[in-house]
Structure formats: C-alpha cells, structure tokens
C-alpha cells in the first residue's frame, strides 16, 4: 500500500520542473501534499487511512481529499511561516552589485539588480517575504534603464549616490539617499544618472503577489521626454498639513506624490520623537497627501527613528515587513532570531513575527525604513495587530 501510494503523488508539471528562474515556482508545494501520518491532520487522519484504489482513482481524476491537509493549510492560532527572518549585509551585497557592473552592461540586462531572496521561501521565487520582492540596483554614470510599463507596482528607495533619477509618466524624480520614488501599476518609468559615482538604490515591489495572480507582464516603451522638471514633493505638495485647495476633492484614486524627500521625513521623525513616550515606537507612514490613505493598494511603506540607546519590542502584527536601514546601527531580534544590523543593510521578517529593534548607539540616532504587506492584508479583511 505504501508504495501504490508513493506512486500515486500527483506528477508535477513538467514545464513548472524545467523553466528556470521565477517559473521554477510549484504551487503544489506550498503546502505540504499529504504523504503520511502527520500531526497536522484532522481526525479523520491522513492519506494513508483511505483505500488505495480510492485515493489514485482521485488523484486519476485530479481531485485530492481535503481532511488531510485541512490543518495543514489552515493551522490553529497562527499561520504556517516558512519566510525566515534574514539579513543581507550591504557589506556583501555591494562589492557582488559593483561587479555586476562589469559583468551585465545595463542595455543587456535591462535592469542590473541582484535580488534579496528569502531562504525559507526557495531563493529561485525572488520572494524577500510571500509577498514582497526586493532587488538592490546599480546604475552606473551616463547609463539609462529603458523604459517600460507593467502591472506590478515598484518603489525605489535610495542607498547611496548623487545624480540618479527615474522618470514617471513624463515627471523627473531625482533621488538622493533616502528618498522614496513611487513607480504605480501600469505607469511608464525609466531610469537616468547624471552624476559621477555608482548610484544604489532598494527596488520594493509586489511581484510575489502579481505574479502569483498570473498577471505579472511588461511593456517597453520609446524613451520618455521630461514634461514635468518640477516634481511634485518641491511643487504642488511642498510641505505637509499644506495642500493644493483642488486636491480637498480628489476625483478618483490617484498618485498625485511620486517623491517622499528623506530630508523631510528624517525631521518629520526627529521632531516626532520629541514628544513620543520613551517605551513607544516613533513612526511615520507614507501616505497619499490628497487622501491621508496609504499611497499604494498592495504594500506599505513607513520610517522609524530608533532614540540613542532606544530599544523597543514592535506591536505583533500579522503583516510581514522588509526593513532597510538608513543610518545608525543596532539590532534586531525577529522571533528569536538576533541580526546585528549597519548601514544600508536590509532584513525581513515573516508575518506574526515577535520583532525587537535596538540602536546601537548612545549617542545617534537610527533611522529604519519598513516595506509591508498591512495595506494589501487590510483590504482583504485580516489585517491584525497583538499585544
Ligand atoms: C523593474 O521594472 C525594475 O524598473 C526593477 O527598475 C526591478 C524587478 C522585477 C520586475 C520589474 C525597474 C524589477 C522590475
């Protein structure tokens, strides 16, 4: 019977076997397919209780028996995690991305990118957690990446070098250290560097969750020209609390601020930390300015400021997140997990995830930045916080 029944395990698709790269994904196996007696089945037990003839004749027809993975998809109290908090040291990433330089000339590669892959997911689906993919980017002096168009939405978040920028739907977005660019689904952007050193940024995007949908794809387009040099962070919404008087009726769901300045953001944080209790964490979202709503439908964006000394235990909550650092250095300990972290250095933690962070320093402040999935979790009706 054992046999009959190893042979009996549903074939995996020849073509999900053999294409490399994201295609080398298998659904099947994102949850454990029932092979024998396992403590996450229900009463009823597992596949080794039924007939043999039963189980091959549906497995024939392509049906499976829900009972015996019922626990196994939906577990009681907390979900299955196979995301592990990680680190990816910039110490690492940056020398391999320079050489990437050399070894995969932009007007090839499109996009020179080295990808953070989470271990616990598989690293070939270029997941950092289920949903977020993040890359980090080199655009070397006087190179452009093409211009194109798709349906997952990106954010740039800038790591080190002057003079780069991307282009959004004709609008000019220059990037200094920090600064957090939108890219919306199905805007046109391309990128540009004007400067004299390699310029690095984070690339944040929801592949993990368009690609699932079997609905990733893109468009390449003619290069842009620039119709709007003034970017709206400098422009229309300058200043927080103060907005264009037309923008108090939005019309319809929109992205009228693509650049969030680091500038402003890191004294939005300073000035917040003032009057933020010792034992609470100091942080700010991201948000659209006309709809006070976070900026975009699928991930979250947000900053935090760790006071000199400050050591705080994050509210549980039921989002997974990728953390960036800004500035500073510290800890942090992700469901027991401890990653010293510095400089630009980026970690992810899984949904549910006990996460503790801690500034190095007595004397400096650092500055973290958090990529999450709560927006996209909210809509769908589970998002969750614990105490
Ligand atoms: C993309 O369009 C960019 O525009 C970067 O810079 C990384 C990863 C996957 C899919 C599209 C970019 C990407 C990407």
New binding site residues.
Partial sequence: RGAARQAATPAKSPAATKLPGLSAREPQTHFPLPKGPSIMSTALGTVADLPADYYDGLVGHNLLPLWPSLRAVLPYGKPTRNTRPTLWKYSDVRPALLRAGDLAPIEKAE?R?LVLCNPGLGLENMQATPSI?V?L?LILPGET?PN?K?T?M?VRFVIEGEGGYTVVQGEKLPMAKGDLIL?PPGMW?Q?GHEGTEPVVWL?A?D?PIVYGLEASYCIEGAPQSVSDPHNASTVRFRQGGVIPYASLAPKRADYPLLRYPWKEVRQTLSGLAAVTPREELVHVAYVNPETGQECMATLGFSAMMLRPGEEVRMKRRSASAVFHVVEGSGAATVDGIAMPFAESDTFASPTHAEIRLSNASGKAPAFLFMVDDAPLQRKLGFYETFE
Wanted: net charge neutral.
């Fill in positions: 996009r990118v993919y890359g980017q990446a194109h798709h997952p990106a890219t952007h990128h690339d995007l592949l």
